[in-house]
């Protein structure tokens, strides 16, 4: 079992940047593709962003691409989402994911385990 536990959300201005983080509790933390997912009012849960076991490889949904980084580090068992230029269309409920793999690709779908989600509203 993985507990993943999201902070760094908050009210932003359009433009302005937040950067999200995600404590995960696995033993082997490496040993998970990681992922981040977000979720606007009345909308589905869509993908934003994910990396691999390593850190090597990323991946970003179209909308976020330039703006958007994720990030890992494995020895603090912590995930990341640098969010920058942001956007009132960024607001949502942004979830962290993580998927047991012995792969080295990233994911789209098909996660494991949820955190609770932390919010990030965007003002105009």
């Known amino acids: 079992q993985v507990q993943l536990v999201e902070s760094g959300g908050g009210l932003v201005q359009v433009g302005g940047s937040l950067r999200l983080s995600c404590a995960a509790s696995a033993r082997t933390f490496s040993n998970y593709a990681m992922g981040w997912f977000r979720q606007a009012l009345g909308k589905e849960r869509d993908f934003v962003a994910g990396i691999n076991r390593s850190g090597t490889s990323t991946y970003y949904t179209d909308s976020v691409k330039g703006r958007f980084t994720i990030s890992r580090d494995n020895a603090k068992k912590m995930v990341y989402l640098q969010m920058n230029s942001l956007k009132p269309e960024d607001t949502a409920l942004y979830y962290c994911?993580?998927?047991?793999?012995?792969?080295?690709?990233?994911?789209?779908?098909?996660?494991?385990?949820w955190g609770q989600g932390t919010q990030v509203t965007v003002s105009s």
């Open positions: 994911a993580a998927k047991l793999t012995y792969s080295g690709t990233t994911y789209t779908s098909n996660y494991d385990y």
